[in-house]
């Protein structure tokens, strides 16, 4: 069973900076690639960022690009999502994403998704 387990969120200030992190289990993903999305509270999930996981180009939301990083460790089986100059506008609940068959085009898109993380907090207060 493919299990995907966000952790790292937690209450920051403006400013400050976070790291996620999405272990991954149940599956190996050298072929496919790996997103992040966010839902802020009264809004719809949107993209943030997504990388492929064998050869490792990244795709940013333009809402992050500069400020977030994302990244994966195949040995350890885990993405990375590195969030600097964190703004209140970024409070959300961040989840992993992860699609077999897609790109990290379509998973910009939110198409080709087959499977969910749970989600991790993230609170940025001004």
């Known amino acids: 069973q493919v299990q995907l387990v966000e952790s790292g969120g937690g209450l920051v200030q403006a400013g400050d900076s976070l790291r996620l992190s999405c272990a991954i289990s149940?599956?190996?993903?050298?072929?496919?690639?790996m997103g992040w999305f966010r839902q802020a509270p009264g809004k719809e999930r949107e993209f943030v960022a997504a990388?492929?996981?064998?050869?490792?180009?990244?795709r940013y939301a333009d809402s992050v690009k500069g400020r977030f990083t994302i990244s994966r460790d195949n040995a350890k089986n885990t993405v990375y999502l590195q969030m600097n100059s964190l703004k209140p506008e970024d409070t959300a609940v961040y989840y992993c994403a992860a699609s077999k068959s897609g790109t990290t085009y379509y998973i910009s898109l939110g198409e080709n998704i087959d499977y969910w993380g749970k989600g991790t907090l993230v609170t940025v207060s001004s």
């Open positions: 149940g599956r190996t993903f050298s072929r496919d690639a």
């Open positions: 990388i492929s996981w064998s050869i490792g180009n990244t």
